[in-house]
């Protein structure tokens, strides 16, 4: 991979990563912010996929195996919020946060 190409794939994650940023900071509903946040998930294996590579056309093969790792964990931790938004959802009939602005949310 060239420099250019590195420096596009960098460039790239640093964009997943501050759009997923956006979406979780702005999002209400539970599930787009855990969307949210594999996206920026995403945006730092791009990034750690960038910063491995060489001029040379070889990749390091140690942000490759982190890379790896992080998406099986990722995977299981998407999983697991997933089903915790759907158990919160059965149970309080909404899987959005709670308005503080409004009386009925607010706890006594």
């Given at each position: ?22 979406g ?27 910063a ?34 759907v ?22």
């Amino acid at each position: 991979m060239t420099a250019a190409g590195a420096t596009l794939f960098a460039v790239l994650g640093a964009a997943l990563v501050g759009v997923g940023l956006f979406g979780l900071l702005s999002a209400r509903h539970l599930l787009r912010r855990v969307v949210a946040f594999n996206v920026i998930g995403s945006g730092i294996f791009v990034f750690f996929g960038a910063a491995g590579a060489r001029g040379t056309g070889a990749a390091d093969p140690v942000p490759q195996a982190l890379i790896i790792t992080g998406i099986v964990v990722a995977l299981a931790a998407s999983a697991l919020a997933v089903a915790l938004v759907v158990a919160l959802a059965r149970t309080r009939g909404a899987a959005t946060l709670p308005d503080e602005t409004a009386p009925e949310d607010r706890a006594p």
